[in-house]
């Protein structure tokens, strides 16, 4: 994510002033919980601003009606989903259903709910993300042109979206549809599908050149929005009837590969505006290996396969419609709503204030801030660098503030926003995606990833700690810091979470448990200064609607790419790839699948990545006699830390952004402060009690010796033990041991902990001097 801009101040809500602002106003943000500095002899709350909204560089900022308009939308199209999910409905004084002109009736059928979830998504992207830069001022000749020949491409997405309405009349009146019926095959080719096609590729094709001003609508986006219309409503026409099992074969309807190739140039059209380049590269990679494939040696031939059958079929359940949309359209959907409640009603910027309370005073403080704030925002924020653009800009500044240089200070931010993707319960929708693949219960993959995530933050805490000791660091001064007994006098404002996780473990469906959490944010809010009235509210959804584009974009683009390894086989084929190497050495094996993982995470925020992860990787390690539990932990724990992974790291890349590092280097400096972490899903592929899954005796024991063992492999990285820096004989000592200790037996336990006890006695005698230059910073 490349962010430019910040906020703008005229924002929706309830200030404790009495002012309001208006409704919807994309971009602007309620103000923070108080001023920089103290208010009301309190101490100063530094996380003020935490819940801003971001804005991106290529977003647009309406004024007037139009803005009203497409913020309302926003917010209808989010509690659109509000209300699918949870099957409400208007009804009558008798009870009976009513049914409301051009609305659907609630719950709708799988398919359909998907599509209209993809379709939302991709018109309102359109609207709200330029497909190019701004100018300021767009009365030019060059722009009249492209402007009208815009215009002249809303005239066959119109028609197309029109013959849809004339198909489904046929349907109504008896029209027997049958892929195979050459009128049929000639209506949908040249009377759907053609001007379909010419509308959308022209104007993809014009959007990359049109510049328009950021208040105002580009024409060729309309044209998008109307094609994206007319794709959904096709489909969701076939999807109704019985010949959808057709998807796939030479009986399916022509018009379903027409539709299915517009669909998927516009989700990688508006993956490429709302993520970059990567995400949609790699997807047409994999679009263009169904055809290449029969072409490729080895493990990666594939059998041909024709246009007609993968485009009809990429848009059912088996790739756009399939897993990763499922998660998105339900959990993913929900969580977004519930943390842009949190955000409206601040509970963002009491959770940064809570951490600063607690930790900003110990040496290094706002890295370690980084660290508690960075797990807390970051498992119900769907990805890395989304997390590390919402507590960066302000625990980046004040780690310079004591002593920081630029790149160490986003390393960490990148490191710390890295881990709350695998912090239960909500795992940045990671542990949803994992149950909906496997079909293993939620509440027993949140249990198993308790000890995983505690392993990760600590490696990461004693790394930051270790290096502020080297360094001679110190923490902020208390006056610049929230007190705790201030933070504790609000601490019902974790309510919301306290309500999520009680619900889950009580046996109640994560939908609605998701759904009590989102109201108890705003319940909670109504006793603070930041009541959430009904303007907020409002506010509220139309931000989960805006928040929601990327991610489901994100979504259905991996959708693609699994669909692709779905009908190309070339899933099976690695498994196949990994049992030959597992013959040789099952750590061979395992580390093989590591950097599958990594590599095919690389650019992909952590949903996408987890779920190709998932359809190449987990499979061979499942028949390696792995149990899938373990296995999908093993790839998801590493599509995860591919954010912070050099060459293409997203999360350090967005630290570097708000730090002004080199991005390589922000990246590379992120990769060494979660070295260690790198260790963790080995340590639970061979010791499976740190999944929760042995006694509660063994489990202690492994996760204390796999702390310790933690802990001293961060020491071997930063070269200090206890007071003293470590020379190059024992810090490979302090490697040995700690591997030892994270193995999980006894004997190797026993063995790592004397071995350790050597090392220190040895550099106690012969270790370097523990003087070092002091940084201070602002500490004095």
Known sequence: MTVT????????????????????????????????????????????????????????????????IIAVTLAIYAFFHIAALNGLSI???????????????????????????IAGATGLGFLMFSGTSFVDRADTARDRMLNMASLMLLIPAIFSLGVTFWFQNLIASGTQWSGMDPTIMFNER????????????????????HQRPRDRINAADLVLLVAGVAVASYLITIFNMPIRATTGTAFAPLGISMAGIAGTALILELTRRV??????????????????????????????????????????????????????????????????????????????????????????????VAIFASGLMGMINGTSAGNVVATGSLTIPLMHKVGYDKKTSGAIE??????????????????????????????????????????????????????????????????????????????????PIIILIVALFLGYSVIRAGTYATAAAAVVSWLTPYRMG???????????????????????????????????GVGARFSNLLLGLADTSQ?????FAMVIAILLGMGMPTTAAYAVAASVVAPGLIRLGIDPLTAHFFVFYFAVVSAITPPVALASYAAAGISGADPMGTSVASF????????????????????????WAEIAQSLVTALVGVFFLAASVQGWLWGKAAGIIIRLGLLVAALCMISGGLITDLLGLGLVIGLVMLNRILGPGSKTPLIQGQAD
């Open 275 to 368: 993520t970059g380049l990567a995400l949609p590269i790699i997807a047409g990679i994999f679009l263009a290996y169904v055809w290449i494939g029969h072409l490729m040696p080895g493990v990666l031939n594939s059998p041909r396969i024709a246009l007609q059958r993968f485009f009809s079929q990429v848009y059912t359940d088996v790739g756009i419609l399939g897993q990763t949309t499922a998660v998105s359209s339900t959990y993913i959907i929900l969580f977004i709503i519930f943390a842009a409640f949190l955000q409206a009603s601040k509970v963002g910027e009491y959770f940064i204030n809570f951490a600063f309370a607690l930790t900003g005073r110990q040496r290094g403080g706002p890295a370690k």
């Open 91 to 117: 009804r009558n004084m008798t009870g009976g259903v009513v049914d409301l002109p051009f609305l659907p009736r609630l719950p709708m059928e799988t398919w359909t709910y998907r599509t209209v979830h």
């Open 5 to 68: 801009d910040r906020p703008r101040d005229d924002v929706p809500g309830d200030h404790p002033d009495g002012t309001r602002a208006e409704i919807g106003q994309v971009g602007a943000t309620q103000s923070g919980l108080a001023p920089s500095g103290a208010r009301d002899g309190a101490a100063p709350l530094v996380g003020t601003g935490a819940d801003e909204e971001v804005i991106e560089y290529n977003r647009r900022l309406y004024d007037g009606l139009t803005f009203r």
């Open 534 to 568: 009904p303007r907020s509210v409002l506010y509220a959804f139309q931000m989960a609607g805006t928040m929601s584009i990327q991610i489901i974009a994100v979504c259905a683009c991996a959708g693609i790419i699994v669909g692709v390894i779905s009908l190309t």
């Open 587 to 591: 750590l061979l094996a395992m580390f």
């Open 672 to 695: 060494k402060v979660g070295l260690a972490a790198f260790i963790v899903p080995f340590m639970f592929f061979y010791n499976s009690a740190l999944l929760m899954d042995a006694p």
């Open 190 to 209: 040249w009377l759907f599908g053609a001007p379909l096609l010419v509308a959308t590729f022209g104007a993809i094709a014009i959007s990359w050149v």
């Open 414 to 495: 990148a490191a710390a926003s890295t881990g709350g993707q695998i912090m239960p319960p909500i795992m940045g929708a990671g542990a949803f995606i994992m149950a909906e693949i496997t079909g293993i219960p939620y509440q027993e993959i949140a249990i198993a990833a308790i000890i995983p995530s505690i392993l990760y933050f600590a490696s990461v805490y004693f790394m930051v700690d270790l290096s502020a000791a080297r360094m001679g660091m110190r923490g902020m001064r208390a006056d610049e810091l929230p007190k705790v007994a201030d933070m504790m006098k609000q601490v019902f404002l974790f309510l």
